[in-house]
């Protein structure tokens, strides 16, 4: 292997750093008008917009239906209800103030377990507002709790947040006469166009993704505005554009967590977890068919994911995906894993404060045995391979280190994981060789910032033993690559690049034939080497440009295609650890070291990986320190950068990461995904190191200054 484990620089970065990174908003087509939208005031009312020459409403982009924009009544604070079409975006948001609503104001209800009720509707054609249920059970729970001699209980709530990627959302579509072109800021270009097929009954569309400026699962979904924009572009003929403001962006789009836990958890007085009994309550926010789909399965996730990395034998859960009058929540990085991982560590947390233990000692008493693996959780996840115990060993020292530098005022924190990463059904690749000499690989994945461009080409080059300079990697567009699932689950790596594996593998078969055609010889009498076919017995040799001019002259197709079908997902695991300070006169929080230990399988790129973690570990601080979607009257109060916190480089620790590959994954990359796992336990390890300074139970984020002086 030359490049596969090493730390190759990105090679997207020139581009980007160098401001000539190609945006939504950077594309120009002459004649573009664009797009603003009419926004709900109200979390719950009956409209009527009044309809003009430069403005569309519901009733005119989806007759007789709410979805995806409403007719008659609106479902939440900043719904988009209609939309102007003017020559600038100025203009535009100027003749927003000259659309005439009238709003009939109705019953709202936020909060989720008042909705549970059904007293109030929050959409008045769902038959309940309770979404989804579902209880997940394993053993005999309700009977061991009886029987534990320690039984602890309380309430956990995840707070409701907000991605927020340095660029917003956006949609630029355009009929040219023959198909519907749409450029959109996507996690995912198939998924878009597959989604645009059924709304809009044709065929003919290509979705290209260009550069995304960040999404975190914000941009997972088809948005309302997307398919308006692309519906009007096609009746209009002309190109459209929307770019929302970030305020627009806040209110709208992206919120994620929001998730609660009642518990009761029996415990023997080692410190043995006996059993788990539970209620997962999700707020989804507004009944909108995408974006609850996508959530409520989160919902689902943080139920089953519950056990985290531990030997729990008894469980009961029932888990509510219940709908309410608040933006509509979708996938934020790690989509439930992170929610079931607070909920786990700060009961662990709380055990080891009962029993006056040390948390590292808890868990290790509680974790499953490597003689154990694939283990099934008592929900029915299966973890499919690792040694806990011993990277909760290998963390110890750099736990002990800490707690031997913490000074006055100082604590640490730990937090143990694991997730479920990789998921299918399938991903796509595609590998071609150019006449040129040059190979390129087109990815069915949907990267968008974190670096997956560098890691398919390291797999390409070595797979093809060639230089990655060799190498060019492309991705989202509909019309280079048949189709895609896209980028999300920490899933790109690891099965997009298996199924970059596969093709370049069958790629280099093809090369052989060729070179051995061009030798006149048959292929069992050459070998394929370091991008050259070598004749075993003379010695001849064709150079990889020249295997690819004799394979076009031959008429060998030097294009693969290849499909990597998903049987299971992988479990990648870890343990992180904090050093946080404390000042007691202002209630100010910082973290001065935070040092992860995790076991992701094959690590194709540390760069990369290391990087991840750094910025999914900030994003897990800073849910536990700062963010918060605070909400009044059914209205996000908080919907700019300049009152909706977030960490600078001030506020960023000194990061260590460390890496064991015992647990490696069944797919040809060995990998098992790195996207997610900072932000899946950042959160618990901050809230512990808090609670095991202050020796307080904090059952919700963020932990502010108030809360710390007391005034929780």
Known sequence: MRYVGKPV??????????????????????????????????????????????????????????????????????????????????EAYDLLESVEVEYEQLPYETDPFRAMEDKVKVYSKAESNIYAKKEFVGGEAKKELEQSPIVLSGELHNQRIIA???????????????????????????????????????????????DVGGAFGSKIITHPEEYAVSFLALKLGIPLKWIPTRTEEMLSAGHGRDKWLRYKVGVKRDGTITAVVGTVVGNLGAPYRDANDDDSGNVMSAARMLPGPYRIKHGFVAAYSVNTNLTPTTSYRGAGRPEATYFIESIIEEIAEELKLDPLEVRLRNVIRPEEMPYTNVFGITYDSGNYPELLNSAKSYYEQLKAEAKDNQCVGLAMYVEITAFGPWETARVYAKYDGRIVVVTGTGPHGQGDATAFAQLAADALEISMDLVEVRWGDTDVIEDGIGTWGSRTVTIGGSAVIMASQELRKRLTEAGAKALEADVEEVEYREGKV?????????????????????????????????????????????????????????????????????????????????????????????????????????????DYALPTAVETPR?????????????????KGIGEAGTVVGTPVISNAISSCLKRKFSTMPILLEKVLGDQ
């Open 534 to 642: 070598v004749h075993k017995k003379t010695g001849k040799s064709l150079e990889l440009a020249e295997i690819i001019k004799s394979a076009y002259k031959l008429g060998i197709s030097l294009d693969v295609t290849s499909v990597y079908p998903v049987k299971k997902p992988t479990s990648p695991y870890g343990v992180h650890m904090a050093l946080m300070e404390i000042d007691r006169e202002t209630g100010l929080i910082s973290v001065k070291k935070y040092i992860a230990v995790d076991d992701v399988g094959n690590v194709i790129n540390p760069l990369l990986a290391e990087g991840q973690i750094h910025g999914g570990a900030l994003q897990g601080i800073s849910q536990a320190l700062y963010e918060e979607a605070v909400i009044n009257d059914g209205t996000l109060q908080n919907p700019t950068f300049g």
């Open 655 to 671: 990061f260590t990461w460390k890496y064991l590959t015992n647990g490696l994954s069944p797919h040809p990359t060995g990998s």
């Open 164 to 210: 927020s990627p340095m660029e917003t959302r956006g949609t630029l579509a355009w009929f040219d006469g023959n198909r519907l072109n749409v450029w959109s800021s996507t996690q995912s270009a198939h998924y878009l166009r597959r989604n645009l097929v059924s709304f809009l009954g044709i065929q003919n569309i290509r979705v290209i993704q260009p």
């Open 9 to 90: 620089r990105r090679v997207e970065d020139p581009k980007l750093i160098t401001g000539r990174g190609s945006f939504v908003d950077d594309i120009q087509i002459p004649g573009t008008y664009y797009v603003a939208f009419v926004r709900s005031k109200y979390p719950h009312a009956r409209i009527s917009v009044k309809p003009s020459q430069n403005v569309f409403t519901g009733s005119q982009i989806n007759p007789g239906k709410d979805f995806p924009i409403p007719s008659n009544e609106v479902i939440y604070a900043g719904q988009p209800i209609a939309a102007v079409i003017a020559r600038d975006r100025y």
